[in-house]
């Protein structure tokens, strides 16, 4: 029972640099969204989707780019990389009927240099 | 709009031993849930607890219970007979009632919690 799965776990990248971090669910949740985890700020939502084809800005959406072409996947873009990106990423899924329960992944821990 | 506090960074329990992790949140809604979310040193988050707000009744769920303030809009999460394990950091959320928000939580800053043996 996978649940939420994110990849990669730990990447470097330099000031610039564009990449992809991605998660996949296997609960067939209709909500998914990513978080950004900061040492003080608690957790803070950049972008969500209720359903393939669905996407919307979060709290903190700059420089973040999303898409969910199908109800598992649903990835996270970096357009260029910024030292202010550096951060524990965290995707999260929930169901309607679950109000509120996010699923977690296990976090990307993201350093922009 | 919703913002949640958590004025305590850190807070150590002795092993067996009851503590109490603390948390106030400003909304101009009616209609909301709250939460207790735990995080382990390996990171992946799991939910504690779940109020609702239209609800007077405090949750439980086995050690862990909350008291729950409609009018303080406080929130706080009792850990009964701590044990070892649920040492992790620990964070209050809000989430608005109804329409797309059913996934859309406003996190606060997170308590870390030792615990000691």
């Known amino acids: 029972n996978a649940g939420v799965t994110q990849t990669p776990k730990f990447q470097v990248l330099k000031t610039g640099q564009s990449m992809t971090l991605q998660c996949a669910q296997d609960?067939?949740?209709?909500?998914m969204s990513w978080y950004r985890q900061d040492p003080g700020m608690g957790l803070r939502l950049i972008h969500y989707?209720?359903?393939?084809?669905?996407?919307d800005q979060g709290e903190v959406p700059n420089g973040y780019n999303v898409s969910r072409s199908t109800t598992e996947d649903f990835p996270l873009r970096l357009l260029s990389a910024a030292p202010s990106q550096t951060s524990v990423y965290f995707c999260?899924?929930?169901?309607?009927?679950?109000?509120?329960?996010?699923?977690f992944g296990e976090g990307s821990r993201l350093t922009v240099l | 709009a919703q913002t949640v506090t958590q004025s305590q960074p850190e807070m150590s329990v002795q092993e067996a031993e009851t503590v109490t992790l603390s948390c106030t949140y400003d909304t101009s809604e009616s209609d909301y849930y709250l939460f207790w979310y735990k995080q382990p040193p390996s990171r992946q988050m799991i939910l504690v607890i779940r109020q609702e707000a239209y609800k007077q009744q405090n949750a439980t769920e086995n050690r862990f219970s909350v008291n729950f303030q409609k009018a303080a809009k406080s929130f706080s999460l009792k850990i009964s007979d701590s044990q070892l394990g649920d040492a992790a950091m620990y964070f209050c959320?809000?989430?608005?009632?109804?329409?797309?928000?059913?996934?859309?939580?406003?996190f606060g800053q997170g308590t870390i919690l030792t615990v000691h043996p």
């Open positions: 609960m067939n949740h209709e909500y």
């Open positions: 989707s209720v359903g393939a084809g669905i996407t």
């Open positions: 999260a899924s929930a169901t309607f009927f679950a109000p509120g329960e996010l699923f």
């Open positions: 959320a809000y989430r608005r009632a109804g329409g797309t928000s059913y996934g859309k939580l406003t």
